[in-house]
């Protein structure tokens, strides 16, 4: 199943520029993306500038927020005059913000939010960092709400490829397929018109899936469908075995993981792409 590089840019993203992992680990991203925050680290190489990155990073999405760690040291890189240039070049397409270890005295911070809140005029703030790792995952999150990082999305959505499939049993008629999309609340997919009919607001009893390998069982119910293409989208609600809205607790903390990396898959795989040849982006799928 094709995935497009429009699906793959839809949607509000946060990147984390040269991020001090010691600090905040990647495995906060996972987390985070529970909460409905798309987030990415971006790390500088030798491969690739960074300057290069966050161009391409601009050029294809068109909803960004950037976080900078300014106590990484990148060579041949002063981070006020850096980001500075960034602010005038980008014109307000990026939201911007900093990030930095806690400081030794006050008027260290304070001189630093005022070159960067004042004088640059950031509009994603100056934060400062804790030594612990677990104070600094409420800090993140606050400031990932404090400036809309979901968006619109309470549940992001991951793309799907030939990797990620279901079957179930309908009116003792068995069905397999491919999935469109999954989120930690709904999935989708399509049929050819009329091989399945199922009524809106129905519930259909053990579906299983399998997303890369992760094999888990749910129910779920129609909420949705609609012709496209010459075929038929059915989006489906999971149900938990209490019958409430949602999975069971148990397999959605199993769940979170393995619909992170294949979210976060799609949108390395395709910058991988284009970092290795920079040029003019044409629609086109990836698999």
């Not at 400062?128 to 600094?136: D, I, P, R």
């Not at 018109?193 to 199922?198: A, D, T």
């Not at 069982?217 to 609609?226: E, G, H, K």
């Not at 769940?255 to 086109?284: A, F």
Request: glycine fraction near 6%; hydrophobic fraction near 40%; proline fraction near 3%.
């Amino acid at each position: 199943m094709g995935i497009t590089i429009k699906e793959i840019v839809t949607g509000r993203k946060t990147f984390f520029i040269t991020p001090d992992m010691s600090l905040f680990p990647e495995s906060f991203l996972e987390d985070y993306f529970a909460l409905g925050y798309e987030c990415y680290f971006v790390e500088n190489d030798k491969h690739t500038s960074l300057q290069k990155k966050l161009d391409i990073l601009i050029s294809i999405f068109h909803d960004v927020i950037f976080f900078f760690n300014i106590d990484s040291p990148v060579q041949n890189l002063d981070w006020p005059v850096f980001i500075k240039g960034l602010t005038e070049s980008y014109n307000n397409q990026a939201s911007i913000g900093v990030l930095y270890t806690k400081r030794q005295t006050k008027d260290e911070k304070t001189r630093l939010e005022y070159k960067y809140l004042f004088e640059m005029g950031l509009n994603c703030g100056c934060i400062q960092l804790e030594y612990q790792k677990k104070t600094n995952f409420g800090i993140i999150e606050k400031i990932l709400f404090a400036n809309q990082a979901q968006g619109r999305r309470k549940n992001i959505r991951a793309l799907c490829t030939k990797a990620c499939t279901f079957s179930f049993n309908y009116n003792g008629t068995p069905y397999s397929g491919i999935l469109q999309d999954i989120s930690l609340s709904h999935f989708s997919f399509v049929f050819p018109e009329g091989k399945l009919e199922v009524k809106l607001y129905e519930k259909i009893s053990d579906f299983h899936f399998n997303i890369r390998g992760f094999l888990f069982r749910s129910d779920a119910v129609l909420i949705m469908q609609r012709p496209v293409e010459g075929e038929f989208l059915f989006v489906f609600s999971f149900m938990s075995s209490s019958g409430t809205n949602g999975l069971d607790q148990r397999i959605k903390q199993l769940l979170i993981p393995n619909i992170y990396q294949l979210m976060s898959s799609n949108c390395k795989n395709l910058l991988d792409q284009i970092y290795t040849r920079v040029g003019e982006i044409n629609e086109h799928s990836i698999e």
